[in-house]
Nanobody, 117 residues
Framework: QVQLVESGGGLVQAGGSLRLSCVAS??????????MGWYRQAPGKQRELVAQ???????NYADSVKGRFTISGDNAKNTVYLRMNSLKLEDTAVYYC?????????WGQGTQVIVSS
């Protein structure tokens, strides 16, 4: 009933920037989710939280991305963004959008981000 679609991934040189987008659709209404956020998974590593934002615009970031990444969203449109600046090689991963409502999680298919030297 809920579909999340990410976009904006790609290949970028270290020090560059990318902006990811995630739009949720399906049998949902405006402002459906309590929390939306971004996770990432690098080859051979566990999936980890990158950033999240609540319907009240409270944000939380992984220590590794603080000061470089900015999460924002349009809660009414069930949409979330991730602006990534000063990208590093270790940011290379598949980035997944996640949405949550009453402790039920929904996931996107992922978008690849590759940072080159």
């Amino acid at each position: 009933q809920v579909q999340l679609v990410e976009s904006g991934g790609g290949l970028v040189q270290a020090g560059g920037s990318l902006r990811l987008s995630c739009v949720a659709s399906g049998s949902i209404s405006s402002g459906w989710f309590h929390t939306m956020g971004w996770y990432r998974q690098a080859p051979g590593k566990q999936r980890e939280l990158v950033a999240q934002i609540t319907a009240g615009d409270v944000t939380n970031y992984a220590d590794s991305v603080k000061g470089r990444f900015t999460i924002s969203g349009d809660n009414a449109k069930n949409t979330v963004y991730l602006r990534m600046n000063s990208l590093k090689l270790e940011d290379t991963a598949v980035y997944y959008c996640k949405a949550e409502r009453y402790s039920m999680n929904y996931w996107g298919q992922g978008t690849q981000v590759i940072v080159s030297s």
